[in-house]
């Protein structure tokens, strides 16, 4: 018996690809909303426009598994995406400096969503 886990990812049920629009948009919601609402510019978000958050979970987010000691990103690389953890821990190394974890709840790479910006460590 092995100790792997295998997630669950909405791109795993094409099914869902055929409902209608305000369910997929439910199911976004249902899915990333708890994962979102942890930042406190989401948070604050929340307070004010809902719909907003909604479009969000619905256009800007999809679901990425790693495994260990695979990178998600490297020094340099183009910063694209805000990362989440959801699973586990990550590690995040920045020059020469000890590894930084990121447990469940953490997040990263948050310039992504307000400025170009390159990777300045080492995610995994």
């Known amino acids: 018996q092995t100790n792997s886990v295998h997630r669950m990812h909405v791109a795993d049920v094409p099914q ?10 439910n199911i976004a919601a249902e899915v990333f909303q708890p994962v ?12 004010m426009d809902l719909t907003c ?20 990103f490297s020094v340099g690389r183009e910063c694209r995406a805000m990362y989440f953890v959801v699973g586990g821990e990550m590690a995040y190394v920045h020059g020469n400096n000890a590894p930084s974890r990121l ?3 953490s997040w990263a790479s ?3 969503l307000f400025l170009v910006w390159e990777h300045q460590g080492l995610m995994r």
């Open 53 to 72: 958050v909604s479009a969000i979970c619905q256009e800007s987010m999809s679901q990425q598994s790693v495994m260990p000691m695979h990178d998600v």
């Open 103 to 105: 447990a469940v709840g």
């Open 110 to 112: 948050e310039l992504a």
């Open 16 to 25: 869902l690809e055929r409902l209608p629009g305000h369910l997929k948009e």
């Open 36 to 47: 979102i609402e942890i930042h406190p510019v989401v948070r604050n978000m929340l307070d």
